[in-house]
């Protein structure tokens, strides 16, 4: 006879009661951190506020089930900050415009040549240079510089001399 057939059906449901208490923190811990690591901070949000939703739509008779929703909320808040403080969370991909330095050359071509003459005026370094751009701050001013030298070196020759 296993212990189950000899608990009374009282005894199962305490037992269903402790189990639950004790295991699904953990449980929706991991998981929490496992869809930190998958997904980043915003699948958490957006799961914080699903469950928070749900918590407080939940209904019962008892006399202290507001109050057991409040610690429901309070103990997911407390999951989710420690998923959100996970080193190994996926960080959201940062955005392509706020990397870029304002004023930088966009032509493929100019930052292949720049590129080629660092490579050349580095050679035989074992760490092939970044290609960086220059901007001055308070506006556009006209400024001969690696871009214009580079233009005029594509361009073909029309009779005047190319001076680098």
């Given at each position: 006879m296993?212990?189950?057939?000899?608990?009374?059906p009282?005894?199962?449901?305490?037992?269903?009661?402790?189990?639950?208490?004790?295991?699904?923190?953990?449980m929706l811990?991991e998981?929490?951190?496992?869809l930190s690591?998958a997904?980043g901070?915003?699948?958490?949000?957006?799961f914080e506020?699903?469950?928070v939703?749900q918590?407080e739509?939940?209904?019962?008779?008892?006399?202290?089930?507001?109050?057991?929703k409040?610690f429901?909320?309070?103990?997911?808040?407390?999951?989710?900050?420690?998923?959100?403080?996970?080193p190994?969370?996926k960080?959201?991909?940062e955005?392509?415009e706020?990397?870029?330095t304002?004023?930088r050359?966009?032509e493929?071509q100019?930052?292949?040549?720049?590129?080629?003459?660092?490579?050349e005026?580095?050679?035989?370094?074992?760490?092939?240079?970044?290609v960086l751009s220059?901007?001055?701050s308070?506006?556009?001013?006209?400024l001969?510089?690696?871009?214009?030298?580079?233009?005029?070196?594509?361009?073909?020759?029309?009779?005047?001399s190319?001076?680098?």
């Amino acid at each position: 006879m296993s212990k189950f057939q000899a608990a009374t059906p009282d005894r199962l449901q305490q037992l269903r009661l402790d189990a639950s208490a004790h295991f699904a923190p953990m449980m929706l811990h991991e998981a929490l951190l496992r869809l930190s690591h998958a997904c980043g901070g915003e699948s958490l949000d957006r799961f914080e506020k699903a469950m928070v939703d749900q918590i407080e739509a939940a209904k019962d008779d008892r006399a202290d089930f507001d109050t057991m929703k409040e610690f429901a909320i309070e103990q997911l808040y407390a999951l989710i900050r420690e998923a959100n403080d996970s080193p190994k969370k996926k960080q959201s991909l940062e955005k392509i415009e706020t990397r870029r330095t304002s004023g930088r050359s966009e032509e493929p071509q100019t930052l292949e040549d720049q590129l080629q003459s660092g490579l050349e005026d580095s050679f035989p370094a074992s760490d092939p240079p970044a290609v960086l751009s220059t901007t001055i701050s308070g506006g556009t001013k006209k400024l001969v510089g690696t871009d214009e030298i580079l233009k005029k070196r594509r361009q073909p020759a029309t009779g005047e001399s190319s001076q680098s």
